[in-house]
């Protein structure tokens, strides 16, 4: 079903390609198809997955930051994937392992988040292409650090006028310890992984976030 209490909704269309920033919950592992793919297929429109399993804006899992990574991976996408000068929207959807693998607060991680966007800015991607999903829930990390830095990002988001998805507030996948749901998380814990339904989830909120799409959308599984 249709939830539209968890999204912050801005008047921009979502026909337009899409380039998704993000861990490996974006990579979707340990599942069949990541969110972005069911986006696109929804909208029929492309979609350019940039996930990077074990990224964060600053943790580097040995192949680079998402931060290090952003002028040679998404920032020759804005025009390659430019729709008739619309350019494309913009995903971002990182940071739970910069706090729990990389040790930082909330605080730190939203500062982090802060410049990836704001540089992404002075490239040429603008606020109103963008789309920020908040922090899901795992085991390995703190509330309260979850929290802090959701609560930054949706006052930012809501601040620069950018869509929010708050996937925090979603009662399958964001709120406290729904990790331990086998039907939308992939089990033992600790893993932050959805299961493909989780997955499904995420692209009905992400998608749902720019609201001329919300009957496109896919769906609950």
């Known amino acids: 079903m249709w939830k539209s209490d968890c999204i912050t909704k801005f008047q921009s269309p979502f026909d337009r390609n899409m380039v998704c920033v993000g861990d490996s919950i974006t990579v979707g592992v340990g599942a069949t198809v990541p969110y972005p793919t ?54 971002l959807f990182a940071g739970t392992n910069d706090i729990a693998l990389g040790g930082l607060t909330g605080a730190q991680t939203f500062t982090l988040f802060q410049t990836y966007a704001y540089a992404r800015q002075t490239f040429g991607w603008s606020f109103g292409s963008f789309v920020v999903a908040t922090m899901l829930p ?39 310890g729904a990790y331990n749901n086998a039907t939308y998380y ?34 609950y599984s």
Do not use: F, K, M
């Open 38 to 91: 069911l986006i696109a297929a929804a909208l029929s429109i492309t979609a350019s997955n940039q996930g990077v399993s074990s990224a964060g804006w600053a943790q580097d899992p040995g192949g680079g930051s998402l931060t290090a990574r952003a002028p040679t991976t998404v920032d020759p996408l804005l025009a390659s994937l430019a729709i008739q000068g619309q350019p494309p929207t913009l995903v």
């Open 186 to 219: 992939q089990q033992p814990q600790p893993n932050p992984h959805p299961t493909n339904a989780g997955l499904r989830i995420i692209a009905n909120l992400v998608c749902g976030a720019v609201a001329n799409h919300v009957r496109t959308c896919p769906s």
């Open 138 to 176: 795992r085991q390995d990390a703190t509330e309260g650090n979850r929290s802090a830095y959701n609560n930054a990002l949706v006052s930012w988001c809501s601040a620069n006028n950018v869509a929010c998805a708050r996937l925090d507030l979603d009662s399958n996948i964001g709120v406290a």
